[in-house]
């Protein structure tokens, strides 16, 4: 059974920084695309990034590419985004997806591809 948990959330100050972890198990990066995505209120979940299978391609949106960073530790079965340089707008739960689907991270990452997900992470950054 494939299983998300975000952590790591929390309120922060414009300008710093944020690292949510999302412990995963039942599959290994190799196997499925992950991604991290984002919804504030009365808003449309939002790709922020992506990595496909096998990590050989990542996405950011340009929301955040420059600030934001995707990476896995295969020992611990968890994806991590570094959020650096936070912004009030940056405000959202952020939640991490799974997919076996290669092609679910491309030049881009829709939600309504992701079958698996997390409970989701509140991040709050204040002006």
């Known amino acids: 059974e494939v299983q998300l948990a975000e952590s790591g959330g929390g309120l922060v100050q414009a300008g710093g920084s944020l690292r949510p972890s999302c412990a995963t198990s039942?599959?290994?990066?190799?196997?499925?695309?992950i991604g991290w995505f984002r919804q504030a209120p009365g808003k449309e979940r939002e790709g922020v990034s992506c990595?496909?299978?096998?990590?050989?391609?990542?996405y950011y949106s340009d929301s955040v590419k420059g600030r934001f960073t995707i990476s896995t530790d295969n020992a611990k079965n968890t994806v991590y985004l570094q959020m650096n340089n936070l912004k009030p707008e940056d405000t959202a739960v952020y939640y991490c997806?799974?997919?076996?689907?290669?092609?679910?991270?491309?030049?881009?990452?829709?939600?309504?591809?992701?079958?698996?997900w997390g409970q989701g992470t509140q991040v709050t950054v204040s002006s």
């Open positions: 997806a799974a997919d076996p689907a290669r092609w679910a991270c491309y030049s881009g990452t829709y939600y309504k591809v992701y079958i698996n």
């Open positions: 039942g599959f290994t990066f190799d196997d499925y695309t």
């Open positions: 990595m496909r299978s096998g990590g050989d391609r990542t």
